[in-house]
């Protein structure tokens, strides 16, 4: 498929305009895009699953906490401190390690489930990482929660170009998957999977292979997102909407789709940017902030990429492959 | 012996309010295959509204359940034409997200709505707990709060009356029938609008009830909605979804082994050991205890 010159320029255009906005941000705003950035890549990676092999993977916020628990729980440890530049590296190492290895073993029991199944058993992944979190007081603080060691600390401008970078990296992850084999093969199995596994794609080889994948950059955005922080609990990093969040946000982009996480993720955080900064409401802005999903849920139930609508318009038309 | 004997009736105690927490739940993701995030929230409300009507209003319990059902039947309505019925003629994929984006939608501003009306109107303290005094029961030596016992009866009957309904009247097998087949449900000529309105109707109304009942015994708060979602969830794979009566064997299960785990373990590894279970059963039998439930 060859690629349209338009979508290109556009898409190069934004990536260039995105590099150099820090300089003219303030420090707010830059910790706004940063944090954008981190559910683009959560959104992204949950877009492998659900719009390449059509699994609703509910459990994608557990690689996040994962990530961003095992980085903070390394950099507590004395020996880990004293390796100086290494200590980065380590930390990540083990973050993507433990992300892929939590991956593979929770894929055997959760790939016997289909739909709507899968999607709860997902669910309840996150569940079990946050009762983990809150018992394993002595690795984890317990419900206090963890503080990254203040020298380790990660500024939000450093912080902003490797989300920046990692984000890119997922979308390029989709835009392999949406143009190689190992894409096709997770396309056909999503089309019918008993037809696949007769032609010899094996359908539980693929969906481990997709889950590992897409668990690492996100377990990546998790430790980035710590370092930043500074500080985690079971509930920054293991709330239920780190992964309800990026499945809506991919669904309102339209899934399948290589820009789909962008828009959707986009759209979001500006609602909820408006909502929570801007509008000094007398009622609770998350009260609007539901009621605006619904809406969406309700209006465009494609999503944004591949509605009718969207596609009228020849420009952006070129997005939408 | 008598150790024992307290360890296992207070599990099935517990067991009694986890079936009570997954039962409406179950009945409706298996029949309109709609996810419905917020069950955990509309119980939270229920319970609530409960609170509110008896200790803040002074009624009398017997009408506040009455009030609730009125309210939550109205709600019930509302919920069906607004979300369910946009949603319903979708295909499976978009109506799994659909369903998960617009009830987590409503969860969240559900349970701000409620937070917020509660700290501003009601109390500053948001904690809905039931004062109503439930008598001890003795049995075989075992001391055991009334409350538990009459939340057990309550759900023993509620899941009964639903799986009566579900096997034996015209509705309930049309119910079963649209579990199996959207499609063929609309060429034999079966409403699936009609039927989910039923459906929805009996199992929110439920839901708040049950909500109510489980404030007898264990305090809640505005933002435990979503988390006790999950918890129904567990239990309602554990089951096999669909499967009514076993909710009532997976609660008694769950309960059971979190009260020994609490005994010997620690309260705090209680949720693990039912988690740990979950995933077990779902290698070894990924239908849940007793496979694929009504249809």
Same mark, same amino acid.
């Given at each position: ?113 289909? #739909? %709507? $199944? ?8 996150? &569940?079990?990482?946050?009762? *983990? +979190? !809150?018992? @394993? ?7 206090? #929660? %963890? $503080? ?8 939000? &401008?450093?912080?902003?170009? *490797? +989300? !920046?970078? @990692? ?155 | ?295």
């Amino acid at each position: 498929m060859s690629l349209d010159p338009r979508a290109t320029a556009l898409v190069l255009a934004g990536t260039g305009g995105l590099c150099i906005l820090p300089l003219f941000l303030s420090s707010s705003w830059l910790l706004v895009m940063f944090l954008s950035f981190v559910w683009l890549v959560i959104t992204a990676n949950y877009d492998v699953l659900d719009g390449f092999l059509g699994q609703i993977n509910l459990g994608q916020g557990a690689f996040f906490g994962l990530g961003a628990y095992v980085a903070t729980m390394l950099l507590n440890l004395p020996s880990v401190q004293q390796l100086g530049a290494l200590t980065f590296v380590v930390i990540t190492v083990s973050a993507l390690a433990a992300a892929a290895l939590f991956a593979a073993v929770m894929a055997f029991p959760l790939f016997r489930l289909k #739909g %709507l $199944y899968f999607a709860i058993g997902t669910l309840i992944l996150i &569940f079990l990482l946050q009762v *983990l +979190a !809150l018992n @394993l007081t002595p690795l984890t603080g317990g419900s206090y #929660g %963890l $503080y990254v060691p203040p020298r380790f600390f990660m500024n939000t &401008f450093i912080g902003y170009y *490797l +989300a !920046l970078a @990692l984000a890119i990296g997922s979308l390029a992850l989709n835009f392999y998957l949406s143009r190689s084999t190992l894409g096709l093969a997770f396309r056909c199995i999503k089309e019918d999977e008993d037809a696949a596994n007769s032609i010899g794609v094996d359908p539980m080889k693929y969906k481990l292979i997709a889950l590992v994948i897409a668990s690492l950059p996100t377990a990546a955005a998790g430790v980035l997102f710590a370092l930043n922080s500074g500080y985690i609990d079971p509930n920054i990093a293991l709330g239920v909407e780190r992964s309800l969040l990026p499945s809506l946000m991919a669904l309102l982009g339209g899934t399948g789709t290589v820009l789909g996480p962008v828009f959707g993720t986009a759209i979001i955080r500006i609602i909820e940017t408006v909502f929570f900064h801007y509008l000094r409401l007398p009622v609770p802005s998350l009260l609007f902030f539901g009621i605006t999903l619904l809406a969406v849920a309700l209006l465009i139930p494609e999503g944004l990429l591949k509605s009718a609508r969207f596609k009228r318009l020849p420009f952006l038309r070129a997005l939408a492959s | 012996m008598a150790r024992a004997l307290e360890l296992v009736v207070g599990g099935l105690a517990l067991g009694g309010i986890y079936a009570l927490l997954a039962f409406s739940l179950s009945l409706t993701i298996s029949t309109t295959r709609i996810l419905n995030v917020s069950h955990g929230v509309f119980f939270v409300w229920g319970g609530a509204c409960f609170v509110l009507f008896t200790q803040h209003l002074r009624l009398h319990p017997a009408v506040a359940i009455l009030i609730l059902t009125a309210l939550f039947f109205v709600f019930a309505l509302l919920f069906q034409w607004g979300i369910v019925r946009p949603l319903l003629g979708r295909n499976v994929h978009l109506l799994l997200v659909g369903s998960i984006m617009a009830t987590f939608g409503l969860a969240l501003s559900m349970e701000s709505a409620l937070g917020y009306a509660w700290v501003t109107y009601v109390d500053p303290y948001p904690v809905f707990t039931s004062s109503l005094a439930m008598f001890p029961v003795t049995l075989g030596g075992v001391a055991l709060s009334g409350s538990r016992l009459v939340i057990l009866g309550f759900v023993v009957l509620m899941v009964m009356g639903f799986h009566l309904f579900l096997q034996k009247t015209f509705w309930g097998r049309g119910a079963r029938a649209m579990a199996q087949n959207f499609d063929g449900c609309l060429v034999i000529g079966l409403n699936p609008y009609r039927l989910s309105l039923i459906l929805f109707t009996l199992a929110i109304m439920a839901t708040a009830v049950s909500g109510a009942f489980y404030v007898l015994a264990v305090p809640l708060n505005p933002y435990e909605g979503l988390p006790l979602t999950l918890k129904a969830f567990t239990v309602v794979i554990l089951a096999g979804v669909g499967n009514l009566p076993a909710t009532l064997v997976a609660g008694a299960v769950l309960g059971l082994a979190e009260v020994i785990t609490s005994q010997f373990l620690g309260t705090v590894w209680a949720p693990a050991v039912s988690l740990a279970i979950l995933f077990l059963v779902l290698v070894f039998k990924p239908t849940g205890f007793f496979g694929k439930g009504v249809y």
